[in-house]
């Protein structure tokens, strides 16, 4: 039985792992060890209760007013010390935080093997979204698994000068884990009662670090007028908990009656609210996957995107911070019998099938299997 150590730090990480760490646990030959590094812990705590998983490892990396050199530091001495003890065959990191990166960065010191889920997305801009960029490019030179979502990224990296051999086109595991999630919903979310049933809805998110301050403050200034001049709709914003967005969100949006303000949803309230809006307007990385799963046209708040195959597609729109533009497209997109909302709906999602958990644990089963052979 081969160990596959999953370490994770965010609420989204956790949840495109999710599918992952149970498609390892059902293999025959793979056992995954989890390890949390404490970040946001009661949303973390959410969404292992939804997808019935158990965490081994949780670190005590979180502290008040710690900066990226704080949290690098530490996650370097605590993951040291938990990848000693666990002593697994393989590390399985995912996407672009920093837990991903020091996880990376700690197995490649100790010279066991690294899997990286969601490899090959880029920007080419390494301030643009800061770190994150920063940190997804240099997991790539730690990785010896690639496990590339689409075409695209698979060929950013073979420009990189990543051996074609060592990547592996299967599609993003977050779509995995909403069709998952949407077919394990048995009862209507809270949100049922709470949202006004006569109105549409839109999903609005905000959190991306390079928004904060008077970036953010325009857009949510943009956001209002929006709700204030359409009164038949209402715009759902479950806040993030980090104090630069909380603190303005209350500030700008607070008493308008057009917004809802909410606590972050759990996963499975998310996935029923966006199988229920008429699209989502955000800054987030991975609704820009996940909308697209059920025809829900994306803006996009950012003035870049590793995830340009939604552009391509037709899904999305990247709108940047400008507030006019954005109040142009929440305009366009508010006319949901219009043929640029439909186009957008019907588009055909680029992000993979539901089966990129079931390649990777395939892909693991066959190399362990080979190296197996090879030391017989």
Known sequence: ?????????????????????????????????????????????????????????????????????????????QLRDVLVKAAPDLVLVQGDTTTAFVTALCASYLKIPIGHVEAGLRTFDKGSPFPEELNRTLISKCADYHFAPTELAKQNLLKEGIESNRIFRVGNTGVDALLWAAGAQTQDSFLSQLLPSQKKWILFTSHRRENFGAPMEALFSAV?????????????????????????????????????????????????????VAFVVTDSGGLQEEAPTFGKPVLVMRETTERTEAITAGCAELVGVEPQKLLHWMEQLSQTQSLTYQRMARAQNPFGDGTASQQIVKILETSFAKKTVQAA
């Not at 149970?22 to 009661?42: F, I, P, Y």
Request: aromatic share 6%; with cysteine.
């Open 1 to 77: 039985m081969k160990k596959i150590l999953i370490a994770y730090g965010t609420r989204p990480e956790l949840i495109k792992l999710a599918p992952l760490i149970r498609a390892v646990n059902d293999s025959s030959s793979l056992k995954a060890v989890t390890c949390s590094t404490g970040q946001h812990r009661e949303l973390l705590h959410q969404v292992l209760e939804f997808f019935e998983i158990e965490n081994h490892h949780t670190l005590n990396v979180m502290k008040p007013n710690q900066d990226l050199f704080d949290v690098t530091g530490s996650l370097l001495s």
């Open 224 to 276: 209002r007028q929006f709700a204030e001049s359409h009164p038949q709709w209402q715009i759902v914003f479950p806040v993030h908990p980090n104090p630069n967005v909380k603190r303005l969100a209350q500030e700008k949006l607070g008493d308008c009656s057009g917004i809802t303000l909410l606590e972050p949803l759990d996963f499975g309230d998310l996935v029923w609210a966006l199988q229920r």
